[in-house]
């Protein structure tokens, strides 16, 4: 090839290429979603949680029938919860595997590393979502695709459990844009429930007053639930629950 078609040819080249990014479509690799990529937390009091209800898991020596996997909120059941788990969730042999703070990708990662280790439960209650909603760099739809994997994870790996998928909840005090991002995000997993093994509910209007404010008798720091969240949230999925789980309705 002489010099003069080959310029020809590289100006070309350039040409689409300059034409490709001036329209916003370079023929290049998509980014990665950090929401679908499963990562373990290096902070101490996530890994000494993590390594605790690893030893949980092994000391049910498979007997939980009710499995619920989450963030702080899901933990807190230990604490602000604690009542109300004892008369819904203890003779159920439930089993709690919330840790503070975990995004999407950190259960994935949970869930390859012993936290379904030896478990066939009838059901899983999944929450999580809502710790990656602030980021900024993170998408209704990134945030989205993370919760999906995590159902998808579920259902490869516990393929004859039934899954409760919650709505993320409000936070917040009032009206806020981060609030506007998790309802996004639960308005599309809606389409995740099958009617058969995932199971979609969404009741964070029952944390939210009339004038769209929370009440710190809900949330003291609107995130984090007290005793009465806790007793509204068992409330409102009870009736799922229990038909998932073909038994009798625990009375409010």
Known sequence: ??????????????????????????????????????????????????????????DCHGQADVIFLGDSITQAWEVAGLEVWAKYYTPRHALN?????????????????????GLNPKVVVLLIGVNNIPDETYTPG??????????????????????????????????????????????????LDDGQ??????????????DGKISKDMMPDFVHLTPTGYRLWAEAMEPKLAELLGDRPVRP
Not at 3 to 23: E, N, P, T
Not at 103 to 115: A, E, S
Not at 164 to 191: C, S, T, W, Y
Not at 197 to 210: S, T
Request: charged share 20%; proline share 6%; net charge positive.
């Open 97 to 117: 595997l919330g840790i503070g703070s975990d995004r999407t990708q950190h259960v994935l990662w949970r869930l390859d590393h012993g936290h379904l280790a």
């Open 1 to 58: 090839m002489n010099s003069s078609a080959w310029y020809r040819r590289s100006g070309v080249a350039l040409l689409l290429l300059a034409c490709a990014v001036a329209w916003g479509q370079p023929n290049l690799p998509p980014a990665t979603n950090a929401c679908i990529l499963p990562v373990p937390r290096t902070d101490e009091r996530a890994t000494n949680r993590f390594l605790e209800l690893r030893q949980r898991v092994k």
């Open 142 to 191: 990134m945030v989205l695709e993370g919760v999906t994997a995590v159902v998808q994870k579920l259902r490869v790996k516990l393929p004859e459990t039934k899954i409760i998928l919650l709505g993320i909840f409000p936070f917040h005090e009032d009206f806020h844009p981060q609030r506007a991002k998790a309802l996004q995000v639960n308005q599309a997993l809606h389409k």
């Open 197 to 210: 093994w995932v199971h979609f509910l969404d009741f964070g209007y029952r944390f939210i007053q009339p």
